[in-house]
C-alpha cells in the first residue's frame, strides 16, 4: 500500500491506496480550524494580516503532521506502506535555523513534532500563496534581472506576489538579522516530505518552479534570480530535483509512534497542483484540469516549457516528466456566489434558470466577470463590467457572468498553442449540469467529471506507488476514472457562436 498526504490550506488529509484491489483504503483529514483552534485560523490563515499580508503558522502545521497520524493509525495498521510522498499547497514557506537537521534526525517518539522542532524556526509565520504584500519586491526582482521577458524565460514565470522568491526577499528586507540567522528555507511540501524523512529532503521541479528561482532549462536554480532575490540564498535552499526522487527511508520517530514499516520510504513532496495533475489522470498533453474552487485554476500537461508572453500563466515541472502549465484566476466561486447572493439565487435556480432559459452566446450580452481584484488578466477591478444594463433579467446576468468565466479561461490559455482533447472538470460547482455542458461548448472538448474530492493526496499517493516500480498508466487507469455517466460532449452548433463571443469579449477587456 501507498501513502499519500495533502497539506492544503485548509486541511491535512492523507489517504492510502492498495494498487492490487485499485481502491483507496483510507482517507483521513485533519482541518486546521476545527481540529486546531488553539491557533485562531479558521481557514487555515491567520486572519487579519496588513498590507496584503496571508500568514500561517508553521507550529500548526506540525502539529497537523502528529494528529493525521494519529488517525490514521487508529485501527489501521500502518505496517504495510511501501511508501510515502507529499504535496502542498504551493508557494508557501518556512524558515529554520541551522538546528533542524539535528533535531530532524532524532526525533523522540515520547515528545510531539511541535515541540522539538518549532525551537528552529527563524521566522514566526510562513506567508502563503494567499500573500500579495510583496509588490515592490516583485519589481526589485524584476528590474534586477533584466524585465519581465526575461524573469519569465528563466523560471517559466514573471516576478508573482505570492511566488516564494518574492516572499523571500520581503523577509530578507525586514529583518535582516533573522534572514541571516536562516540556514534552511522549506517549501510546505518539502517541509512536510522533511518531517517524514527525518531529514531536510530536496525541493521537486513541480513545486520548486513555484519560486521564481528554478531555471526551468537547467533545472537547478538560477543564479541571476537568487543574487537579486537575497544574499546567500542558494546555501539556504535545499537542492533541486525530480519528484520521482526517493528521498530515504521513514523516520524512526514514525515507525515507533504510529508503527509505520522501517523499510517504508520516503518520496519528494511535489505542490498541490502538480499532483493533482497526477491525481486527475492528466500527465499527458491534451488533457486538461479545470478546477472550480474559490479561485478556479486551469492546468495541463506540455511538453516543452512555453511561457504566457501575458505573463499570466505559470509553467511548472510535471512530476511524470516534462513541464506542465497553470493558470490562476482569482475570481471563481468568489465571482459565482456573489452574484448568485446579489440576484438572490440558489445554486439549482443558477443552473435552471440561468442556462436553461437564455441561448448559447445570449444575444451578445457579454460580462467581465469579476468582482473583486483578479490576477488573470491583473486587473484591480471591484465590480463586474457588462455591455448591457445592469438590472436585466437574473438569467441573463447568470449566463453572461459563467460565459464571461469560460471565455475569459480560454482566452487567457491560448498562449499554451494546444487544442482540449478532453477536460477533466472538478471541484465543488463541477458538478451543476449546466456549468460542466458550458465548458464543453465553450471549449469545444468534451468534459469528463471527477467523483475525487482529494486529486492532491491522490496524486501523491500515486507518485509514491509510481516511484516504487508501479506503472503510472496503469495506476491512472485503476484510480482516475471519471464518475459514472459524467461524460459531456460539446454541442457542435454552439462552435460559431463561442468563436464571435469570445472576440467580443476581448474586445470588452481591451475596451
Ligand atoms: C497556484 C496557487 C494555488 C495553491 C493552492 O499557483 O497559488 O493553487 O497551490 O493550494
Not at 306 to 334: E, K, W, Y
Not at 411 to 420: D, F, R, T
Request: net charge negative; aromatic share 8%.
Amino acid at each position: 500500500m501507498f501513502l499519500g498526504l495533502d497539506s492544503s490550506t485548509q486541511s491535512l488529509s492523507a489517504l492510502v491506496i492498495d494498487p492490487a484491489s485499485g481502491e483507496i483504503v483510507r482517507e483521513v483529514s485533519v482541518n486546521f480550524g476545527a481540529d486546531l483552534p488553539a491557533y485562531k485560523s479558521p481557514s487555515g490563515f491567520i486572519p487579519g494580516g496588513k498590507n496584503g499580508e496571508v500568514h500561517a503558522d508553521p507550529r500548526m502545521w506540525m502539529e497537523a503532521i502528529d494528529l493525521v497520524f494519529e488517525k490514521l493509525a487508529d485501527g489501521f495498521d500502518l505496517g504495510s506502506i511501501e511508501a510515502v510522498a507529499c504535496s502542498g499547497q504551493q508557494h508557501g514557506s518556512l524558515y529554520f535555523d541551522d538546528t533542524l537537521e539535528a533535531r530532524l534526525g532524532s526525533l523522540k517518539a515520547a515528545e510531539s513534532l511541535e515541540g522539538q522542532l518549532s525551537g528552529a524556526l527563524t521566522r514566526a509565520t510562513a506567508p502563503i500563496w494567499m500573500d500579495t504584500s510583496t509588490g515592490e519586491e516583485c519589481a526589485e526582482i524584476t528590474a534586477a534581472v533584466g524585465g519581465n521577458a526575461e524573469v519569465c524565460r528563466r523560471s517559466g514565470s514573471i516576478a508573482i506576489e505570492r511566488f516564494t522568491g518574492p516572499q523571500i526577499r520581503r523577509f530578507f528586507k525586514l529583518d535582516p538579522a533573522a534572514y541571516e540567522k536562516t540556514a534552511v528555507i522549506h517549501l510546505v511540501s518539502s517541509f512536510v516530505g522533511s518531517v517524514l524523512a527525518g531529514k531536510s529532503i530536496a525541493i521537486d521541479h513541480g513545486d520548486g518552479a513555484g519560486m521564481n528561482l528554478l531555471n526551468l532549462q537547467s533545472l537547478d536554480w538560477d543564479d541571476a534570480l537568487l543574487e537579486a532575490t537575497a544574499p546567500g540564498l542558494r546555501a539556504k535552499l535545499p537542492a533541486a530535483a525530480p519528484g520521482t526522487t526517493i528521498a530515504g527511508f521513514v523516520a524512526e520517530y514514525f515507525v515507533e509512534k504510529y508503527g509505520l514499516n522501517r523499510d517504508c520510504q520516503v518520496v519528494l513532496s511535489t505542490g498541490d497542483n502538480p499532483s493533482s495533475l497526477v491525481g486527475m489522470g492528466a500527465t499527458t498533453p491534451g488533457t486538461i484540469v479545470i478546477s472550480l474552487g474559490t479561485s478556479d485554476t486551469f492546468f495541463a500537461a506540455m511538453e516543452k516549457p512555453v511561457t504566457d508572453p501575458q505573463g499570466f500563466g505559470h509553467v511548472f515541472g510535471n512530476p511524470a516528466g516534462g513541464f506542465m502549465s497553470l493558470i490562476c484566476f482569482r475570481n471563481g466561486s468568489l465571482s459565482r456566489e456573489a452574484l448568485r447572493d446579489e440576484l438572490g439565487l440558489d445554486w439549482s435556480a443558477f443552473d435552471r434558470d440561468g442556462l436553461a432559459k437564455t441561448p448559447a452566446g445570449n444575444e451578445g450580452k457579454l460580462m467581465l466577470p469579476f468582482f473583486g481584484p483578479e490576477i488573470t488578466p491583473r486587473r484591480d477591478f471591484d465590480a463586474p463590467v457588462r455591455n448591457f444594463p445592469a438590472d436585466a433579467p437574473a438569467a441573463e446576468q447568470v449566463r453572461a457572468l459563467l460565459e464571461g468565466q469560460f471565455l475569459n479561461m480560454r482566452l487567457h490559455s491560448q498562449w499554451i498553442g494546444e487544442k482540449a482533447e478532453l477536460i477533466r472538470l472538478t471541484g465543488g460547482a463541477s458538478q451543476n449540469d449546466g456549468i460542466a455542458q458550458l465548458v464543453a461548448d465553450i471549449f469545444q472538448a468534451p468534459v469528463e467529471r471527477f467523483a475525487i474530492a482529494n486529486g492532491a493526496g491522490l496524486g501523491a499517493a500515486l507518485r509514491a506507488a509510481h516511484a516504487c516500480g508501479h506503472d503510472l498508466d496503469t495506476l491512472q487507469e485503476a484510480f482516475c476514472k471519471p464518475a459514472a455517466g459524467s461524460r459531456l460532449e460539446p454541442a457542435e452548433d454552439t462552435a460559431d457562436t463561442y468563436a464571435s463571443a469570445l472576440a467580443g469579449y476581448q474586445a470588452l477587456l481591451s475596451a
